[in-house]
């Protein structure tokens, strides 16, 4: 089985420049029942990520990010594979673990039911799960240059233009995840790069 990094390496992270982020597109929408639900635009050194309800600002901050949302200024701590997100109290509210075949959204230090994203076994999919419990997946179509998020019963939840299969239309299926939190780990998802 191929690892996960291998079959995402064409877009799936994108690569930083010194204090720049590079997005894959300057404009990223991700739909659910056909309607926009996240948009990510770039500007400059900020991405901007917004939806009906929210909206946040990711930025570089040294070996970080630094968002901004409406809920206050937010730090992102990247340590040994892990980006932690801490709001404007210094809780942490969402932490990324990337390791060599999985990746890893959690919503505290010990989330008894954190999300991941992985290779599907002899497939170019990837497979979102909770806890133990698959959720759905996310397939490319490289000929109508489409991803697809599909649920477990094969509904498709959630689609998005791109050039390449991408992580972060996996938010779709993180039921229980607040929106801001949605838009940060959409954020950060398309931003992380080893």
């Keep these: 089985m191929k690892n996960l990094f291998a079959i995402l390496s064409v877009a799936l992270f994108s690569v930083f420049a010194n204090t720049a982020i590079a997005a894959?597109?300057?404009?990223?929408?991700?739909k659910r029942g056909?309607?926009?639900?996240?948009?990510?635009?770039?500007?400059?050194?900020?991405?901007?990520?917004?939806?009906k309800a929210s909206s946040?600002?990711?930025?570089?901050?040294?070996?970080?990010?630094?968002?901004?949302?409406?809920?206050?200024?937010?730090?992102?701590?990247?340590?040994?594979?892990?980006?932690?997100?801490?709001?404007p109290n210094g809780a942490l509210i969402l932490k990324i673990k990337i390791t060599q075949d999985k990746i890893k959204i959690l919503r505290s230090e010990d989330d008894p039911e954190p999300w991941s994203i992985k290779s599907k076994s002899g497939s170019a999919d990837l497979k979102v799960k909770r806890s133990e419990t698959e959720l759905g997946k996310?397939?490319?179509?490289?000929?109508?240059?489409?991803?697809?998020?599909?649920?477990?019963?094969?509904?498709?939840?959630?689609?998005?233009?791109?050039?390449?299969?991408?992580?972060?239309?996996?938010?779709?299926?993180?039921?229980?995840?607040?929106?801001?939190?949605?838009?940060m780990a959409f954020a950060l998802l398309n931003a992380i790069a080893e």
Excluded: Q
């Design 24 to 30: 894959e597109a300057p404009n990223l929408v991700l």
């Design 34 to 51: 056909g309607v926009d639900w996240i948009t990510l635009t770039k500007e400059g050194a900020a991405v901007m990520v917004s939806s």
């Design 56 to 87: 946040i600002t990711l930025t570089r901050a040294g070996a970080g990010f630094a968002i901004t949302a409406k809920s206050g200024p937010h730090r992102v701590k990247y340590e040994d594979g892990k980006h932690k997100v801490y709001g």
């Design 138 to 183: 996310i397939a490319f179509h490289p000929e109508k240059s489409l991803i697809k998020v599909k649920d477990m019963t094969g509904s498709e939840v959630c689609s998005m233009t791109s050039t390449a299969i991408m992580v972060s239309p996996a938010v779709c299926l993180m039921n229980g995840l607040p929106e801001e939190s949605a838009l």
